[in-house]
């Protein structure tokens, strides 16, 4: 990847092999169960702590490694392209998310309060925009937070309402929550972020949710009932949320986009192997036409994704990725990516049904990836905006 040329190619393929390392003996061995379990244990956060890959890009002064992007696409890359996504994409949440959010919005104090912890594993992150009914369009979004002065000297605020489908559900410490501040502010505006921290009184997590795929991740519904925060609890400025929002998509979007490329790639490389073992008509598969020229397809289809988010990567560190181009990355990769895997998992016949199969779990997997992070049709919608400045 061209961004890893910048902290020196060979330190980041050092990182590579020992967080491979780290995960051929935590991860793989106990993956199949946490997807029965339909969740990874809390443990593994302190353990990826320990190890050095949560928020890998978070400056030393806030107990973080002080890597760059290169070094937190790595960590994405390598648990999407060896398929354990469920895992992988909490971390996402956790590292490329929510921290970020409080680096560039948080104040000097929350950033020494969170961050440290979230780098260790000690404190896990989520993020809140979703409601029961609002996904696409946060105009609906009704979770509330009102100023409450009635406490002696007091600015705190309650906040009341519901989320869903939120990712690290279960296991998360702290919750960025966008609620609603001016209720007479139209649309979009008059929201804002806060850090909710999940031991409040008036907190609740729902279930966890069965999903169709990602099975190891947690992903709930959230409950603030009366949920008291004092006024040093609004991440970034009041009712400026949306833009807050705004401006850190086209990183989350980007991440999404490599994780989809290295999908992407694992698949064929599994599948490369599959087809030269299996043996029809008296000849492994990949002598069959059909094979060499599907997987010939796909190889092209995983290579110019890869070309073109490697260019939003250098667009990205020179602080360049604009909105519409992180959702051409999002939009592309991701409906490569579904594209890719289901006809990987076409060349297994009906072991490629099977869960126990990589490539089975990574077609239900995948599936997601074009609809968290915005749509597929939200991101057609961006960039046509962009497009036709209307
Ligand atoms: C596993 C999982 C993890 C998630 N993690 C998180 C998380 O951590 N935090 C969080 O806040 N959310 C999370 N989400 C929620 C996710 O971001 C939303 O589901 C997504 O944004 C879509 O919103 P929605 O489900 O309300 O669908 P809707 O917005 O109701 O959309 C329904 C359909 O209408 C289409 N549509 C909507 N508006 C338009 C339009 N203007 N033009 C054309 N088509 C349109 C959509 O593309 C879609 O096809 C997660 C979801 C899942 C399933």
Same mark, same amino acid.
């Given at each position: ?65 002080? $890597? ?45 309060? &969170? ?5 260790? $594993? ?57 609620? +609603? ?7 979009? +505006? ?12 008036? @907190?609740? /997590? ?6 169709? $795929? ?8 959230? @409950? &603030? ?14 009712? /400026? ?11 989350? /979007? ?11 790639? $694992? ?48 667009? @990205? ?33 009906? &072991? ?10 990574? &077609? ?20 046509? +905006? ?5």
């Amino acid at each position: 990847m061209n961004a890893a040329t910048e902290i020196g190619a060979e330190e980041v393929e050092m990182f590579r092999d020992m967080l491979g390392r780290f995960i051929d003996a935590e991860i793989a061995p106990h993956y199949e169960q946490w997807e029965r379990d339909e969740i990874a244990p809390r443990e593994l956060w302190n353990k990826l702590g320990a190890g050095g890959f949560l928020c890998a890009d978070i400056p030393e002064a806030y107990g973080g490694p002080g $890597g760059n992007f290169a070094l937190s696409s790595v960590i994405n890359e390598e648990f999407s392209r060896r398929g354990y996504v469920s895992v992988g994409g909490g971390m996402a949440v956790h590292s490329d998310i929510v921290a970020h959010y409080v680096l560039n919005n948080g104040s000097e104090e929350q950033k020494q309060h &969170y961050l440290p912890k979230m780098v260790a $594993g000690e404190c896990v992150g989520a993020i809140a925009m979703t409601e029961p009914g609002a996904g696409s369009d946060l105009q609906g979004v009704r979770t509330n937070a009102k100023r409450d002065r009635s406490r002696d000297g007091g600015d705190d605020w309650v906040i009341n309402g519901s989320k869903t489908f939120i990712t690290n559900g279960q296991h998360c410490d702290v919750v960025i929550t966008v609620a +609603r501040t001016d209720p007479d502010a139209p649309g979009s +505006r008059g929201l804002s972020l806060f850090l909710v921290d999940t031991n409040l009184p008036g @907190f609740s /997590r729902g279930r966890n949710l069965e999903k169709l $795929g990602m099975h190891a991740a947690d992903t709930s519904e959230l @409950f &603030y009932e009366d949920v008291r925060v004092p006024a040093g609890a609004l991440l970034g400025e009041l009712n /400026r949320g949306f833009v807050a929002l705004m401006t850190e998509l086209p990183r989350e /979007r980007l991440s999404l986009a490599i994780g989809a490329v290295a999908v992407m790639q $694992g698949a064929l490389q599994w599948t490369v192997d599959y087809v030269k073992e299996r043996q029809a008509f008296g000849a492994p598969l990949s002598k069959l036409q059909n094979t060499r020229f599907k997987l010939a397809e796909m190889q092209t289809e995983y290579r110019l994704n890869r070309a073109f988010i490697n260019e939003c990567i250098d667009s @990205f560190n020179r602080g360049e990725l604009d909105a519409a181009t992180a959702s051409m990355a999002k939009f592309s990769s991701t409906e490569a990516q579904c594209r890719v895997v289901d006809g990987c998992l076409q060349m297994f016949g009906g &072991y490629g049904y099977m869960l126990e199969y990589p490539i089975a779990r990574a &077609y239900a997997d995948s599936r997601i990836q074009r609809i968290y992070g915005g749509t597929s049709e939200i991101m057609r919608e961006l960039i046509a +905006r962009s497009l036709l400045d209307q």
